[in-house]
């Protein structure tokens, strides 16, 4: 553990945690994430931010300093599908471009409560029929809640026979908002970001009265016979843990190809710290070489 990570911890427990055990307002927390994002992710020098070259949605497109041909990368942020946008994930994504070479474009999606299920599986969707066809193919991606919006699309496109993406990834995903996963309730101490004790506010404000197994807001339910390689990364004292242990195992038992990194005491989608951690930029770096060993098959 490097000597960032063991200041990081206790700070994100002190702040971060007991902001979101106590936030009340969407609004204010989106404000406050927005914010935060400014000062702690910065980009990589070099890195150029645009509209994404459709009219389909809105976003922000990432290119990196040296630029080359291969597929896009179609990421959707996380933040419990309540707060995040393209803006406080940018940095991040951007590290992740230069490293491969690659673009990458952040759709905007509905977020709930406004907004709720199933605006933000219906704006993903919207987003891939929009790029599906792009030369070199599509490479899906997301963080915590985004995590499993990319994970219930890839879904989404095996059911409806969409052409597939070369591969999909994932940091600390939410693929199960039944929450049965054991690691709810035995890592609920020694998550230093999430409170286990906000899943309740949270399924109520995005899910509603749905049932909270569908498909399209629990990918551990959907079908994904013939899905192409997928990657994921978790932290072993998340409350989502199981999420991404559980997400593996299902995806293996129809014969997907899968690579799932579980990191000792790293906090929930830890990547973001790009700017801070050197296993963030260790996590990232790994990616980039799965990401690059797909796009030259």
Excluded at 24 to 41: G, H, I, M, N, Y
Excluded at 264 to 289: C, I, K, M, S, Y
Aim: aromatic share 8%.
């Amino acid at each position: 553990m490097s000597r960032r990570l063991q200041l990081l911890r206790p700070y994100l427990r002190l702040t971060e945690r007991r902001h979101l055990l106590r936030a009340q307002d969407p609004v204010r927390l989106r404000r406050s994430f927005e914010t935060k994002a400014r000062l702690f992710f910065r980009a990589v020098p070099g890195s150029r931010f645009s509209k994404p070259q459709t009219d389909a949605f809105d976003g922000i497109e990432v290119t990196p300093k040296e630029a080359r041909n291969g597929p896009l990368i179609l990421y959707f942020h996380g933040g419990g599908y309540v707060f995040g946008s393209p803006a406080t994930h940018k940095a991040m994504l951007a590290r992740l471009a230069a490293l491969t070479g690659l673009s990458a474009v952040l759709p905007r999606y509905r977020l709930a409560p406004e907004h709720p299920f199933p605006a933000a599986p219906e704006d993903a969707l919207a987003a891939y029929r929009a790029v599906m066809d792009r030369p070199g193919g599509v490479i899906l991606g997301g963080d915590s809640a985004g995590g499993g919006l990319a994970l219930a699309l890839l879904g989404q496109i095996i059911a409806q026979g969409l052409p597939l993406p070369v591969g999909c990834f994932a940091f600390s995903p939410l693929t199960d908002a039944t929450f049965s996963g054991d690691s709810i309730r035995t890592n609920a101490a020694s998550d230093v970001i999430l409170p286990a004790e906000r899943i309740g506010d949270l399924a109520r404000m995005y899910l509603g009265d749905h049932p909270a197994d569908d498909p399209r807001a629990s990918p551990l339910f959907a079908g994904f016979q013939g899905a192409p390689p997928v990657w994921l990364a978790v932290g072993d004292t998340e409350i989502l843990l199981d999420d991404s242990r559980r997400m593996a195992e299902h995806l293996m038992a129809q014969g997907v190809d899968v690579t799932c990194l579980v990191e000792r005491d790293l906090p929930h989608v830890w990547p973001l710290f790009q700017t801070l951690l050197p296993e963030a930029r260790q996590t990232l770096a790994e990616l980039a070489g799965w990401i690059t060993s797909l796009s030259r098959r």
